[in-house]
């Protein structure tokens, strides 16, 4: 059974509900997880948005550091979290092991991309002015995930989220679960690297896979940007119900 990860850690559902994860081509039971209510979604937004005030002031060389590490332990994981994603979706194994490395390759992209990120400079109205920007984070966004490439589309979100200073909190689909769960999994790696995963754990909050749109994601106040791949009736139900959120869909 598997629970939700909220604030560093694995914590029950305040639900009873269950969800089974079958094999499409069996089908056999291959897990089974619960679906969050709408108190579990709270309690993710409350700490996404709490890890997101120390996260932001992480500097982006550690940011990156920490993104090239991620790449790095998905490529040690990347059997177990290809047998995982064919048995719970039911595509062939080489796709798999190719989202995975695609995975990989998002998060070391990304992971440049912080360290390289700048503002501009503009040219002064007067002679004792200087004019600069500078980017900061959004806040906390929430990553509506589908079942097609569930770890890749996952990934698409979180890493430029993270790199770029944001919490996030994850709606994975209630089809396919389980990599996303499998990938929280501790890799190998050095004890250093471990602790400085530890630390910023907190940054992202995954949520259960229920049928209702966004699974209340929508409905929390302090989740700044919805960032979904959705444009049937479901992508459009969750716009509707949090029209003053911004939206990034991806294209």
């Known amino acids: 059974m598997k629970t939700l990860w909220i604030a560093g850690g694995w914590q029950d559902s305040h639900g009873s509900r269950v969800r089974r994860v079958e094999n499409p081509a069996t089908p056999e039971l291959v897990d089974e997880v619960f679906d969050a209510t709408a108190d579990d979604v709270r309690r993710a937004c409350a700490a996404a948005a709490k890890a997101q005030r120390q996260w932001r002031k992480v500097p982006a ?4 550091k920490l993104l090239h590490e991620t790449a790095a332990l998905m490529r040690t994981d990347r059997a177990r979290l290809s047998e995982l994603l064919t048995r719970e979706g039911g595509k062939p194994r080489i796709e798999n092991l190719d989202e995975v490395e695609w995975c990989a390759a998002c998060f070391d992209y990304y992971a440049e991309l912080a360290r390289s990120s700048q503002g501009m400079s503009i040219p002064p109205m007067a002679e004792h002015q200087i004019n600069f920007t500078i980017k900061e984070p959004l806040g906390v966004v929430a990553a509506i995930v589908p079942f097609n490439y569930p770890l890749l589309l996952l990934v698409w979100k979180i890493a430029p989220a993270l790199a770029a200073g944001n919490g996030v909190v994850i709606k994975r689909s209630e089809l396919t679960p389980l990599g996303d769960f499998a990938s ?8 250093a690297t471990r602790r400085r995963q530890r630390r910023h754990r907190g940054g992202r909050g995954r949520v259960g896979a229920g049928r209702r749109p966004g699974c209340g994601v929508h409905r929390v ?7 979904d791949a959705d444009r049937r009736p479901r992508g459009r139900a969750v716009e509707a119900r949090q029209p003053g959120a911004r939206r990034h869909p991806i294209r």
């Open 184 to 191: 929280r999994r501790e890799g190998p790696g050095s004890s």
């Open 221 to 227: 106040h302090g989740v700044d940007r919805r960032w």
């Open 61 to 64: 060389l550690e940011r990156g």
